[in-house]
């Protein structure tokens, strides 16, 4: 977002008059699509069950609602905020209920909406005029799509609030002593929000800061006046909230003292550590805010030190995570090729499940459990934000690249950035985008079954048979025999099932990690023909669910992989939950192999590499025939989606941008002579 402006061509080059008719286009689709996410948003939440949205809302102001007893608020654990936030909210229980619905959840998503045009008006100043213009539908979409505003919409929470009176007294509101009004009152409602106090001192608004700790102090002394059991319960005896709501080892806590706990410590050890620790990254955590908002780089000072309220406090759950998001403002890197990498990652820990972001097994837990909480710790104490006086704050180094070819016919590429950079595209982020495709790969695969279990499985052997049918009158039903022979030779069996369990996925990420770290321009080409191709396939999945040989009822064929299942439940160990059987159709597989060996063959220097690539392809039709995973026109579903990615990526992006042959991705930086233009908004 804070980048738009330097994407190449500089923000003042725009006509001084108005928008261009593209500026304006972007600008209304963008609007469209934040209105579309937010009633998207509304309409998830208002169509579930009554029983299963808005349980936090519910839980305080239904008949036995913690907001309506005469007791404690704090007798159930069941209420999390402070006293003070539940002297404001107990008078409004009656019309919360009332508004219970879409008065609630439309009065939420308003909040939200402004919280977004307020992060756009913060932005560093000055500001170029694409920036200006999409800053804010680009930050209301963020928002929208983010984890804690789609919990704090569907628990029916109220932790937008504190976020956004932070904003507002910090960069809207007029006089000091009004924005640390502002400041005061999200503190009283979040405690921790009392980390703004020395950010405001240090930085020159004294009135501010004395302003935030009066009207905390006051809110706080006027909620033990008229609620002293609650005020000692939640001050004294839960120490600032600790222990309420769920407990504090889940993995919704992402705090210092719920990472602490899941860690395995507890008792004093456990509470002296976090109380150091906590500090630690406080202190760190401030004095960098101190130095970015001195820099002119106010809205980042606030992140930063917001990731370290996330830190230090005892109980930070997934609603209360915003700060996070906001930590994309800061820019990253030298190069123009890294400079996404940190507002890619912020938004993908802050939009998807952490299983998704990492690999689901044992070695990854304590990093999958905890992810958000270390990307607040890095926000606030490690990532290398760059000064407003740095050199590459305004102009990064620019991206070398590669001589364009041009495209038959010469209304190709379709896409308006179709050039090929010569530098590596940076590694981490390479990582992050291949993992998170995977994890969206298998979501759609094991969703694209075609209705319930039996209806799927129905559907799935009934388009079996009509391949059969079509592989019969072509006379190309071969596998049964094949499969039965190969079942008779062990030692070939045992290589043809290795095969197909091994090279699969070890082959592909082999090319890619070797074109990436050779040909860096040819891993680009290589690498959006892989990612068309297997889009290609997922919308096959999804119109064609198809029963490969192995799960066809009747037929004799014999699993040599699994081994004999009940065809109406199959069970493949861990993988049965993960994987779709009726994704057959295309086999990607095959189809991944043959990716594999078409790009060996055209870029590799020598004819046995050529040879090995495409024998790829053959060992791996072989094998899905034989261990009867696919049938044969699985596979020519396959080739037809290489063809397709291939295809997509020469019409969408444009042939490769190097010749063949000519070797100048492959030659050290000082041998390249490229054409060198200022960086698009993406380097990839």
Known sequence: MVDLEHGG????????????????????????????????QMAVVLTSPSGSRLTDLETWVGPQGVLHVNGSLYDSTRFTGTPFAGLVLKPLTRAAEQALGWGWTFGTLLLVVALGLVVARALPRPTGRRTALL?????????????????????????????????????????????????GLAAALQPTVLLFVPLLWCTGRRRAALSTAVTFAGGTLLAWAAMPGDSFT??????????????????????????????????????????????????????????????????????????????????????????VLLAVVGRVGTRAADRTVWPV???????????MM??????????????????????????????????????????????????RPGRLPLLPFPRRPLARPNLLLELLLIRVTYAAYQQVRLAATGGSDEAARATAEHHGHLILDAERFLHLDIEH??????????????????????????????????????????????????????????????LFPLAPPRLMPGLGFV?????????????????????NQYAA???????????????????????????????????????????????????????????????????????RGIAAGTGEAGRPPAQRTPRTEEQPVSSG
């Not at 509101?173 to 924005?179: D, I, K, T, Y």
């Open 9 to 40: 061509r500089q923000a003042d080059a725009l006509a001084p008059t108005g928008p261009g008719a593209r500026l304006r286009a972007a600008r209304l689709a963008l609007w469209a699509v934040a209105a579309i996410l937010a009633v998207r």
């Open 135 to 183: 800053a804010a539908p680009v930050a209301i979409s963020l928002l929208m799509v983010s984890l804690p505003v789609r919990n704090t919409l569907w628990l029916g929470q109220t932790s937008v609030i504190p976020v956004l009176l932070v904003l507002l007294g910090c960069f809207t509101v007029r006089g000091e002593r009004a924005g640390g009004v502002l400041v």
């Open 234 to 323: 939640y001050w004294v005896h839960h120490m600032a909230g600790a222990g309420l709501g769920g407990q504090a080892d889940a993995l919704a806590n992402q705090s210092l003292h719920g990472a602490l706990l899941r860690f395995g410590l507890s008792g004093p050890l456990e509470v002296a550590l976090f109380l150091l620790l906590g500090s630690a990254v406080a202190a760190l955590a401030l004095r960098r805010a101190v130095g970015h908002a001195r820099d002119g780089q106010l809205l980042l000072a606030v992140a930063v030190t917001g990731c370290a309220a996330v830190a230090v406090s005892p109980t930070t759950w997934q609603h209360q995570l915003l700060w």
């Open 345 to 355: 990652a912020v938004i993908l820990v802050t939009t998807l499940p952490a299983k």
């Open 358 to 407: 990492l690999p689901n097994t044992p070695v990854m837990y304590p990093l999958r459990d905890n992810l958000v909480l270390l990307a607040a710790l890095a926000a606030a104490t490690a990532v290398p934000f760059l000064p407003r006086t740095s050199p590459h704050y305004d102009a990064p180094v620019p991206t070398e690249y590669a001589r364009q070819i041009p495209a």
């Open 481 to 542: 025999a094949v499969n039965h022979a190969v079942v008779q030779a062990g030692p070939l069996r045992a290589f043809l099932d290795f095969y197909y369990e091994s090279f699969h996925f070890l082959v592909p990420l082999t090319v890619l990690a070797v074109l990436y770290w050779r040909r860096p321009a040819d891993y680009r080409w290589a690498r959006a023909s892989l990612g068309f191709t297997t889009l290609l396939a997922l919308i096959g999945f999804w």
């Open 559 to 579: 699993d040599t992989v699994h081994g004999a299942q009940d065809l109406a439940h199959p069970d493949y160990g861990a993988m049965t939950a993960i994987t």
């Open 585 to 655: 159709m295309p086999s990607l597989h095959f189809g991944w192999s043959l990716w594999c060996g078409v790009v060996v063959a055209v870029l590799a220097p020598r004819w046995w590499t050529k040879a090995l690539g495409l024998a790829h392809p053959l060992f791996t039709v072989t094998a899905i025939v034989a261990t009867a995973n696919h049938w044969v026109l699985d596979a020519a579903g396959g080739a037809l989606v290489v063809g397709g990615g291939f295809a997509l990526g020469y019409a969408l992006i444009g042939p």
